[in-house]
T-cell receptor, first 114, second 119 residues
């Protein structure tokens, strides 16, 4: 158990809908990262938050947004969903702002858009 | 740009065989970190090891060992006496700047190597 908790584990929704994925980092970790794993793109970095503030963005679509709350949990919001958004979404956390510290991943949320 | 190449898409071995998973990376950074993660069929990503660019000592942890060679930009992973429970997809990853001049970094992953260990 990595100590990173993601909910829900599975999500099935229709095209055009909006969903929210939730992540609770390991106790004490201030940095949260979101990654998308799809068959065609592999594991891609989406966005990073550190102590409540957005710090870095990767290949995140404009339809996607995220935030980190004062209690350090994070949510990833996906809207106007398309079939191609079906993927495994991972949250990771680390103590410091750089990933050179060990980054631990949650179990992922498997999103299926039908 | 940073890149990680795992040329082996899938490897099949019989239990008790030794197996080496290759990882070649590209980076212009002088300080960087390399990682290996395991993704079993259940789907989670399990952290195995982190190595910084200044530490070229090989590491052994039980049946697992890692060979880091800066001269060839490789960070290979060997499983000795493989077991069925080792069946998984293994990812090599490299730290890279998430945004220029911020100090914040992301992980760049290879495409993974699927290891199948049969009894």
């Amino acid at each position: 158990d990595s100590g990173v908790t993601q909910t829900p584990k599975h999500l099935i929704t229709a095209t055009g809908q909006r969903v929210t994925l939730r992540c609770s980092p390991r106790s004490g970790d201030l940095s949260v990262y979101w990654y998308q794993q799809s068959l065609d793109q592999g594991l891609q970095f989406l966005i990073q938050y550190y102590n409540g503030e957005e710090r870095a963005k990767g290949n995140i679509l404009e339809r996607f947004s995220a935030q980190q709350f004062p209690d350090l949990h994070s949510e990833l919001n996906l809207s106007s969903l398309e079939l191609g958004d079906s993927a495994l979404y991972f949250c990771a956390s680390s103590l410091g702002p750089i990933v050179g510290t060990e980054a631990f991943f949650g179990q992922g949320t498997r999103l299926t858009v039908v | 740009a940073q890149k990680v190449t795992q040329a082996q898409t899938e490897i099949s071995v019989v239990e008790k065989e030794d197996v080496t998973l290759d990882c070649v990376y590209e980076t212009r950074d002088t300080t960087y970190y390399l990682f290996w993660y395991k993704q079993p069929p259940s789907g989670e990503l399990v952290f195995l090891i982190r190595r910084n660019s200044f530490d070229e000592q090989n590491e052994i942890s039980g049946r697992y060992s890692w060979n880091f060679q800066k001269s060839t930009s490789s960070f290979n992973f060997t499983i000795t006496a493989s077991q069925v429970v080792d069946s998984a997809v293994y990812f090599c990853a490299l730290s890279a700047p998430a945004m220029v001049n911020t100090g914040f970094q992301k992980l760049v992953f290879g495409t993974g190597t699927r290891l199948l260990v049969s009894p």
